[in-house]
């Protein structure tokens, strides 16, 4: 007998259940008919998913009683309440694939580099980036299910900022020492899309699945199916540059019960990696959110993970991040800061949990940490050294290092110069690192060409003619990271320097 997947809406919410008819996908509309024909004489549902068992489950109270059918597309169904999962299944957490051995030593070698330049700083580089959050839903009004409200987006970007400002309390105090506290990232919504019009809502991107015949995101619910739906179907259509953006898409994942998944970001070269299917590309870089795992208001109401720090823990792996256990029995997750740990935690422990257990843990387990699986309300850092993989992400990666540079945290038009990001062909080196009062470049027959040195906000803050010396006064600039743009014989060259 072949079973087959039926999707069906009421009040704008999604039930799936399998029907030996034939299937067809409802519409609102044909629902309503149902119900107005006396099909289907109530039908009140809040909200359903199936989990790995096969088993219908209900999240909040149900009440069904359909008549009988009398058109094909006007089900009649039973559905029985199931809260067995209610229990939280570690593996419904984060579907992330970690990167292979590979990908870790040449990242190491980046973290190495990144390192000895740390030495010589006085104080952290903090980057300003912009977030774009594609919403994908099934054409119900803002506000309703998955099409999440601007406030509701708004509630995760003040978590995922607090977060990464190293504002939460709680850590035990053995690990105060290698607490990272603010790891000198700051998200902002981006306020203009990807032709520099201001968005009418900022970082937001709404998209109609429905309407666009894609199948219904939330009826995934085989882990193998995720993926290839993901960056077969929705990714490539509405990806922004990753270069400029970080892409968060906020869908129905409930299916899995799943509160999302990210991607470890690509190298400084282009190959950087990229044998493992577990590293970006420029078709599917980000992250991909349970909307009811994204924020702490209205939608957000996934069991013990409604405060929005599965976010940042999703950001932690797109900035290089590996979980605390490392995926396997006391594995590692290359931090020497991060006590070793049997396994993912869940719940709330108490500290200190696990002392001993894997060899070489003597303070008990980080279970706080952002990388690990605790409740949302035992959440309270990252550390140094995850700082450190962070940063040089943001230094290095392929996707990444532009990040912030390209005027879109800000509404200001003047000033901004972008068409360099936008056009560069070529990037270089410039030296030395850091800089205080000058810059060399190792770019060759360029004297007279001009330059345009451009501030962490994508703003133009210096610009001038490259003398015979290739040297650069920049002893006029404050701390921070700039971004300069040589722009000669037709071809734009961009590099980023740190200035202390
Ligand atoms: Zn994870």
Known sequence: MHM????????GKHVNYEHTNSTKLISLQQWQLCLKKGIIHT????QGYYNKQRKFSLNFFFAIFFGTLSSNFC??????????????????????????????????EKIKQYKENLLNRKTAVTYTVPVIVH???????VGTGENISAKQVASQMLVLNNDFAGNLTGTPAVFNSVNAGNIGIEFCLALKDQKGNLLPEPGIDRIDWYSKGWDDPGSINNISSLQPYFNNVVKPATIWDPVKYINIWVVDLNGLNLTGFAFFPAGVSNNFGASASTIETVNNSGIVMNYKAFGTIEAATFPYYDLGHITSHEMGHFLGLRHMWGDSNCGTDYCNDTPPAKQANNGCNSHPYNIGVCSGNTTG????????????????????EQA???????????YR????THGLCTSNSVGIQTSCCENSSNTFHVYPIPASEFIEFNVNNISNASYSILNGLGQQVLVGKIADSKKIDISSLRQGIYFICITYEGSYNLAKFLVE
């Not at 087959?4 to 009040?11: A, C, E, L, Q």
Request: aromatic fraction near 8%; proline fraction near 2%.
């Open 4 to 11: 087959k997947k039926i999707v069906i809406r009421i009040n």
């Open 401 to 404: 290092k532009f990040l912030g």
């Open 135 to 141: 919403i994908l839903h099934s054409g119900v009004p």
């Open 365 to 384: 387990e980080m279970f706080m940490n952002h990388m690990d699986y605790s409740y949302d309300k035992c959440k309270s850092l990252f550390t140094k």
């Open 75 to 108: 089900l009649a169904q039973s559905i029985t309440s199931d809260r067995k999962n209610s229990q939280v299944d570690e593996k419904s957490i984060c579907a992330t694939l970690e990167p292979d051995e590979e990908w870790e030593i040449e990242f190491a």
């Open 388 to 398: 450190i993989r962070m940063q040089t992400v943001m230094a290095t990666g392929t």
């Open 43 to 46: 039908a009140k549902v809040e």
